[in-house]
């Protein structure tokens, strides 16, 4: 076994997958080597050899262990029949026979029959009534075929069983918070908690109960309130103390107890890094780095401190600094592919695409079929990919459902709430992390003002941190019928919110962007799930999101090929817009007091890619009075500024044609330009829009949809994308000498 994992960590499985059957062959009694060898087969895409493996152990031992091995495989295929077939050959002691009536219960239930799964917990609860164990496995099958009511009624008649000891009543509250029985769980923990008053767990149960019910306050004092009086584990108070206050945005509180943490524990780690975690959602981000050095005072070789600390200088747009640190951890551990990963997306960001194909490349060998899992955070990226065309983008989308998620999947619900009654309102629910001033509510705004409150109910799901929230997000608040914070809400419990709500239409506004909630639509939640292609500009990958809700022009019929979802098109070209209330009066150009012309680039560095610096080089060497301005944070680090810099003069350009700000405010940087230039093939969208808001114009090539189509499409909904939709990168830097002379 050993053997094994050192053979892994050489990146030599099929050596591993070897040497591991040589070992089971020898004893092919132990259990432990046998669900070694078969993850390893599974990782390394040898399932139908594992399947047989454990097809023949179990025939040769049909024994409970090998029995769970062999249903992980049958539920990977879908394979229930099979399941089935083991489960009832299996030689079951009475000892088993609750683990047997539950795995039965999960096949039947995956099978679709509901009543039979149902059936196998009721025969738990004949057999013994007085089992909580049992009860509580018939009220949990209830639950996840959501049927509520049911679920909640026998809570409540297993509430009225007092519990006798603090074990029991805990599990008797934890059952009925499954169940949402959220207010008669704290009375019963109210009433009961003076009998055991010593009990560590009781009042963080309590203090649970109350969060879940939103009475935050008194949460928050009943926190206070047990550092104050606990003498005995303060550490592990105040660390209880630390996290829930930070969950519930306490952040004062949080710091607080971090630093009283700390001080009972200087050499633990742990408090440290609480304290990390709030200063970053203060956005502290000095004080954060402060907090880095001190635990490198403790432990100087905890790797997870370049990691933090890279995250933190990217944060800060100090690109350079960011990878430099990642090199380093690198050297002491070179096959670490999590850093590596980090590295790559950290030189994208920066616009640096020279070596992503082949970097990429290498971090998925290292890392097997796991790679998919880590995927979600080059999304946004591969949509600014120079090279890469829409199928080798779609591909890539395809391939992360199809060996990531799609595989763990369980059977689509049903959707027995369904109605057609024309008198009845139909249910939306908009889910985002961006009910804030975000790009994605300029553009979602307008569709929420604008929806039939008389056809429609309308719902939000906040994912974001309360804590962030603002003028915008009070102004989203006003659209909705119901608003539903769910910052906290694991992908479990915004599941079963949303089918609990029984939600029609479930709309993602985030795409792969971050903080999203796409694992949610992936259980398919709500019978009709949408996307808008605002979000993170492509498909989403996901076959259980049935439209990907789009304007006419900026995904056009012809691009459905290079979608899983179809295309709710919306009958208009762009997107309505509506920016925050912070934006500043327009002013006339520029070059109309002064004796150049400005060309402005807002866009991340991530989009200003090689191929579009050499035309911006062309469209200068042919302007010699012009000037061109990059202003974004990302281009601040001198090392940034030299690499545009040489890109720009080798085409031709005068190094003083070129210059580097970070304008704030924000608006501010409009009256500075005459004409923005677009880049591609990913294009800008929020800043374009923002531009023909304050009275300035972007040049355009239209290229891959979508991000290189939403400008042209804001520009034909304005009916100018004739003279600033370029169709040619030669047409497009005529067009911009033209407009600069």
Known sequence: QLGALALVHLHKQTDAVSLLLKAHKQDPYRLDILEHLIKLMVNNRMEEEALNIVNNEFARNPCMPILKIALKLAYRKQDWTKGMTMINSLQKPESEYYEVQVMKAKLYRNMGDGEKALSMTKNLIESNSSNLNFRAAHIQELLKQEK?????????????????????????????????????ALLILQKEISRWPSHPKLPWLEISLLNELSFCSAAQSKIEHLVKITQENKAYVLERATIISRANHEYESAKKFAVQWIAIEPNNQQPYYALYDIYVDLGLLEAAHAVLDSIRKINPHDIRLDDLGAALLTKQARYTSAIRLLDSAIERDPTNTYLKDQILAIRVTAGDFSNFDADLAEIDRLRGLDCYQKHCGYFFNINCHPNWNSQQVFQFHKDWYENAISLELPPLPSYSHVSFDPQKRIKVGYVSGDFK??????????????????????????????????????????????WI???????????????????????????????????????????????????????????????????????????????????????????????????????????????????????????????????????????????????????????????????????GTKPTQISFRNTRPYWKLFHEVDLLLDPWPSGSGTVGTDALWMDRLTLTLKSRPMMGTFMTAQLTAIGLESQFSCLTKESYIRRAVALAS
């Open 148 to 184: 509520f009511t049911e679920a909640q009624r026998q809570a409540h008649d297993l509430s009225k069983e007092l519990p006798d000891t603090p074990q029991r009543l805990i599990k008797l509250i934890n059952l009925l918070s499954a169940a949402d029985a959220h207010k008669e």
């Open 437 to 482: 001033r975000h790009a994605v509510a300029y553009f979602s705004e307008p569709l929420l003002i604008e929806h039939d409150r008389e056809q429609f109910e309308i719902y939000i799901f906040a994912t974001h941190n309360p804590a962030i929230s603002d003028y915008v997000t009070e102004r989203f608040r006003t659209y909705a019928d119901h």
């Open 485 to 651: 914070n769910a910052n906290n809400m694991s992908t479990e419990q915004l599941y079963r919110k949303v089918r609990s709500l029984e939600i029609d239409i479930l709309v993602d506004l985030s795409g792969h962007s971050n903080g999203n909630r796409l694992k949610v639509f992936c259980l398919k939640p709500a019978p009709i799930q949408i996307s808008a292609v605002f979000g993170s500009g492509q498909t989403t990958g996901i076959e259980r999101i049935d439209y990907l809700l789009c304007d006419q022009v900026s995904v056009p019929a012809e691009h459905s090929q290079y979608l899983v979802e179809k295309r709710a098109e919306l009958p208009i070209a762009g997107f309505p817009y509506m920016p925050g209330d912070d934006y500043c009066d327009p002013v006339p150009l520029p070059c109309l007091t002064k004796n150049y012309f400005t060309f402005g680039c807002i866009s991340r560095p991530l989009r200003a890619n090689s191929q579009v610096c050499n035309a911006w080089s062309q469209i200068l060497a042919a302007c010699p009075n012009a000037q061109i301005v990059f202003d974004h944070k990302g281009y601040m680090e001198e090392e940034v500024q030299e690499r545009y810099r040489r890109l720009l003069v080798t085409g």
